[in-house]
């Protein structure tokens, strides 16, 4: 079955209060998996071997439902097979206040400490067990995460409004998904730039260890 067939059947199958969702692709051919991410680019996909993850959102974080469907179409015209299910999903309906030690509420107490005018960040999530790198970098897709080396970490960037890095929006729902998966770590940042104005660049460079970030 066509991709973008099941799709059709995944979302007659919503909640029509659906807000976000997960979907997870596993195709057929491994070697096949770099042609469709760069195909599900606007999705921001995570990818684990044949398995590409990525997201959905009727709340202006992500590509929406109609979105997803010109994105799966495309793999179909390449003739790029797999299976699409849906891994998790949440409706409209407010969400119950966090707790302060999860990695969301860490993430709002970090901004909160960031000038009113920061435009952008280096951020760092240690993680507590190698065990979770893999499913972390999954979830972390959307941040382009860089493992740092000889660490359990992962370094990301974020943008206050435009240039290289993630919306402070998209940090938090990542951040949120590792909550959800029961993976703990601690978040925090580590250089800031505040009223940067980038001419013929998406951004500053930061070097950590000798090496540009």
Not at 40 to 53: C, W
Not at 91 to 101: I, K, M, T, Y
Not at 131 to 158: E, I, S, V
Request: with cysteine; charged share 20%; glycine share 10%.
């Amino acid at each position: 079955m066509a991709l973008v067939e099941q799709w059709n059947r995944i979302e007659s199958g919503l909640d029509p209060r659906w807000s976000d969702l997960t979907l997870e692709l596993a195709l057929d051919d491994e070697t096949q998996a770099e042609r469709a991410s760069a195909l599900l680019g606007p999705a921001a996909p995570g990818r684990s071997g044949a398995t590409i993850r990525f997201f959905a959102s009727r709340g202006g974080d992500g590509v929406g439902p109609e979105a997803v469907r010109r994105l799966l179409r495309r793999i179909d015209g390449e003739g790029i097979g797999g299976s699409l299910v849906l891994d998790a999903a949440s409706d409209a309906a407010p969400a119950a206040p966090l707790a302060r030690n999860t990695l969301a509420a860490a993430w709002d107490a970090a901004l909160g400490q960031l000038p009113t005018d920061w435009s952008d960040v280096l951020c760092e999530l240690e993680l507590t067990s190698s065990d979770h790198l893999d499913p972390a970098a999954l979830l972390l897709g959307p941040l382009n995460p860089l493992a740092a080396a000889d660490t359990l970490a992962y370094r990301f960037r974020a943008a206050s409004t435009f240039g290289y890095g993630a919306s402070a929006g998209m940090v938090r729902r990542c951040l949120s998904r590792l909550d959800e998966a029961g993976i703990p770590g601690d978040v925090r940042v580590l250089r800031v730039l505040s009223d940067t104005h980038p001419v013929g660049t998406q951004g500053p460079v930061w070097y950590v260890g000798g090496k540009a970030v």
